[in-house]
């Protein structure tokens, strides 16, 4: 079973349990991995890495959301956005912790040791690396703050 299979065959069980927050998330989840079909011409041939970047996509936007709504300190939406956003992350794979991120891009930046390292570079090869089991933020932290302490050391 792939995992837009998975995601349906769970849509139907939120359904049958009544559980209105995880029928909405994954409904819009659907919708949101049907449009990615229709945008790369592939109608129900998404692989399970594409649905990943999708989900992705859409827990970033409830982080972003979540942020937003505590500036305006509506809780209320915050508590929300955040039973919506622990609906998709069941199927994020496991994210790394934050040391091994760091391990990651010191062996990135180590393996550049000839030429100073470039932001892009370093932060493009490290993005590749964890696949999507980090939150580009922390990565882009992480990898600016090492470049900064590795310029300090020279």
Do not use: W
């Not at 995880?22 to 919708?31: D, E, I, K, W």
């Amino acid at each position: 079973m792939n995992l837009k299979q998975q995601i349906e065959a769970d849509l139907i069980k939120a359904l049958k349990e009544k559980n209105t927050v995880t029928v909405s998330s994954l409904r819009f989840l659907l919708s949101a991995v049907h449009n990615e079909e229709i945008a790369q011409k592939k109608r129900g041939k998404l692989t399970d890495e594409d649905v990943r970047k999708v989900i992705f996509s859409l827990v970033k936007k409830h982080r972003d959301s979540i942020e937003a709504f505590q500036k305006g300190n509506r809780q209320d939406l915050v508590e929300k956005e955040q039973a919506e956003m622990s609906t998709l992350e069941k199927y994020l794979p496991k994210q790394i912790p934050e040391e091994e991120i760091k391990k990651i891009v010191q062996k990135v930046i180590g393996e550049n040791k000839d030429r100073p390292p470039i932001f892009g570079k370093v932060m493009g090869s490290v993005m590749k690396e964890i696949k999507g089991q980090a939150e580009g933020k922390m990565v882009n932290r992480l990898v600016r703050q090492m470049l900064d302490e590795q310029k300090e050391d020279n």
